[in-house]
């Protein structure tokens, strides 16, 4: 005989609920979908131009032929996703183009949703992640190689040429998400007493990095 339908109800909700959890960006269910700007309609498929309406434009992107401003860190940053260049939507996947002056860094940080391959495009990059062990793999990168940077663990890249470095990074995520440590850290209202307790910094210090972090701040 067959299970009563009340009894696999639940099963069948903590099973989809497990499967939901275990995926990352929904599978698209067309070939592509560039959003309507016109909009005005919660149909999934009204917010998408019609096809016929959509050019060989709509999947060209030409914000990353040159390196946007630098940080004080020396690090410049063009990410690249659904809202600057729509013909990603649903496809699942994001990048960035990273440039870095000479000892410039990209500070730790990790992405919660998403691995990341990086390629060097010009240059020499110490790059390297932790993982769940507190084990570093880094190593310097040149030219023409490739790097992978796990979902979720902690990254890091810093340039140790004599000219600019040029990085191309891809995210199988098109919203991968970013925390970067030094301002996660400092740069929120996390209680000085616990940095205190945490990093055996004074009060003066955790200060000094704050406003470096989050300026304008007065603590």
Partial sequence: MFPRLELLLPLIFCLHSHLVALAWDPDPVQD?????????????????????????????????????NFSETGLSAKSVNPATFPGLNTL????????????????????????????????K???????STNRVFAKVIEQGEVMVFPRGLVHFQMNVGESTATVFASFNSQNPGV??????IFGSGIN??????????TLEQIGKMRRRFFPGRKG
């Fill in 179 to 184: 925390q970067k440590i030094p301002s996660t």
């Fill in 92 to 123: 699942g996947m994001s990048f960035v183009r990273a440039d870095l002056q000479v000892g410039g860094i990209n500070a730790p940080h990790f992405h919660p949703r998403a691995t990341e391959i990086a390629f060097v495009v010009q240059g």
């Fill in 192 to 201: 000085d007493e616990l940095l205190e307790k945490a990093f055996g910094l």
């Fill in 125 to 131: 990059v110490y790059s390297g992640f932790v993982d």
């Fill in 32 to 68: 592509f979908c560039i959003p309507n700007a016109k909009g005005g309609s919660n149909n999934a498929r009204a917010q998408c131009k019609n096809s016929t309406e959509v050019t060989p434009d709509d999947f060209v992107f030409s914000g990353v032929k040159a390196p946007g």
